[in-house]
């Protein structure tokens, strides 16, 4: 299992933010994202492919099917500027597996 | 409320063995589908996966890094251990433990991370 993930994604504030993950197939899994600011622990913002865990903003979604997963950040903040990584289980070889990262910048 | 915190050595020289520990609460590490992993991650680098272990004892290792890791748990203590041997400076990093709790394996809660430096 190999999730590419690009390494940035800019958006202007208040724009919708697209963060893609590939793989194969990708869609027939259960994809979690995560973010992780500067100098800080990653925090679960989305798992299952598009749920929320408590206390994330409604901002935060995802979807997943055929060969890509996206988070989708609405009304992008200032705030939400961070590196963001995909993240599954790959059942076959019992292993958890990450994207490489994408870093959002707010313009 | 769940927390977990890492703790162990901030340098170790190369060939040394590390010994990282991690204490949780908030939850008591016996109820199907609880996990907790280690996971680390080199300055300005993602995020790698090394191993976790489960609430019945199973344990599952990265496969690149098998061979040197150690996963075990001490339910009475609520805590993790996770030793890596032969450490190199390409292991100087960051070292995370966090908790799984179900089985989609999401990482919901992590703990603040311990920068370990492997330097002679």
């Known amino acids: 299992y190999v999730l590419t993930q690009p390494p940035s994604v800019s958006v202007a504030p208040g724009q919708t933010a697209f963060i893609p993950c590939e793989e194969n197939n990708i869609g027939s899994e259960s994809v979690h994202w995560y973010q992780q600011r500067p100098g800080q622990a990653p925090v679960l913002v989305v798992f299952s492919d598009s749920d929320r865990p408590s206390g994330i903003p409604e901002r935060f979604s995802g979807s997943n099917s055929g060969n890509t997963a996206t988070l989708i950040i609405s009304r992008v903040e200032a705030g939400d500027e961070a590196d963001y990584y995909c993240q599954v289980w790959d059942s076959s070889s019992a292993q958890v597996v990450f994207g490489g990262g994408t870093k959002l910048t707010v313009l | 409320q769940v927390t977990l915190r890492e703790s162990g050595p901030a340098l170790v020289k190369p060939t040394q063995t590390l010994t990282l520990t991690c204490t949780f609460s908030?939850?008591?590490?016996?109820?199907?589908?609880?996990?907790v992993s280690w996971l680390r991650q080199p300055p300005g680098k993602a995020l790698e996966w090394l191993a976790h272990?489960?609430?019945?004892?199973?344990?599952f290792y990265s496969s690149s890094l098998k061979t040197r890791l150690t996963i075990s748990k001490d339910t009475s203590k609520n805590q993790v251990v996770l030793t890596m041997t032969n450490m190199d400076p390409a292991d100087t990093g960051t070292y995370y433990c966090?908790?799984?709790?179900?089985?989609?394996?999401?990482?919901?809660?992590w703990g603040q991370g311990t920068l370990v430096t492997v330097s002679s």
């Open positions: 272990i489960d609430w019945d004892d199973d344990k």
């Open positions: 966090a908790r799984i709790s179900d089985g989609a394996y999401a990482l919901d809660d």
């Open positions: 908030g939850f008591s590490f016996n109820t199907n589908e609880d996990c």
